[in-house]
DNA sequence: TAAACATATGAACAACAATTCATATGAAAG
DNA sequence: CTTTCATATGAATTGTTGTTCATATGTTTA
């Protein structure tokens, strides 16, 4: 976790020193986390949010979703780029028609989750 | 959730009117959807979740957590402050430091079932 | 009460992200 | 093969957010 030079530093470590090698041999890559946080980041948008709650119910096809969240198209369109390259969610083809849905019940678990928190 | 009068739309909807209802009728409300994307925007950024796997081990003070990402206090405070307005930390002062640690529970789940997802 | 230390906070700056507009792609129908 | 319709995408714009710097607050100790 330690890489560059510290810029400042309190006079003494606080923490008792079996602790701060807990954390730092528990702590998961740097890149993992980061790819953590890119994920969270595409659940913390409420147009994508919503997005993923209505196809809790359903596929459902790019109009219709933007059409049920009074939003022009391209904005959907965009926003399902996201999810899609976060594998949050999956489409399939049906002539003119693109049909998204949920790509697995992690979207589900995670998003409930959050909601027993906010409802708090 | 339809509220402004539409730019433009497809020619029809293609879901059947039924599953329009259900996804409208099934929508928790734009207020609730708003707080639950906040929410996972405050886990959407590399500091904030290195943050909170920090604390997973024991509560820690500032300059310890500073210490420990190798980054200054200033920055530690800022997002230690995003993460308490969120409820997601919580914190004891003792003297002069003061010490953060997890607020619930729902934090670890969380984090988990995006690791889950992240791994795959 | 002054100095020292840990933490908090406001302002400024830079990087980023969501939406819109215009247009491109790709499929179906005429 | 041209038109029409659904979707995708690039560029531009505007709003947001993370970090830094400087400084303030609040606690302890000399």
Chains 1, 2 share one sequence.
Do not use: W
Request: proline share 2%.
């Amino acid at each position: 976790m330690i890489s560059k030079p510290e810029v400042e530093r309190c006079e003494y470590i606080c923490a008792h020193e079996d602790i701060v090698n807990a954390v730092n041999s528990k702590m998961p890559d740097e890149e993992i986390l980061y790819d953590l946080a890119e994920l969270f980041k595409v659940f913390g948008d409420s147009t994508r949010i919503k997005i993923l709650y209505v196809l809790f119910e359903s596929e459902m096809c790019v109009c219709d979703i933007a059409q049920l969240l009074n939003m022009n198209q391209s904005a959907i369109s965009h926003q399902l780029r996201v999810l899609k390259q976060s594998q949050l969610v999956k489409y399939r083809r049906e002539g003119k028609t693109v049909f998204y849905s949920l790509a697995d019940g992690h979207v589900r678990t995670i998003i409930n989750q959050g909601m027993e928190h906010v409802a708090e």
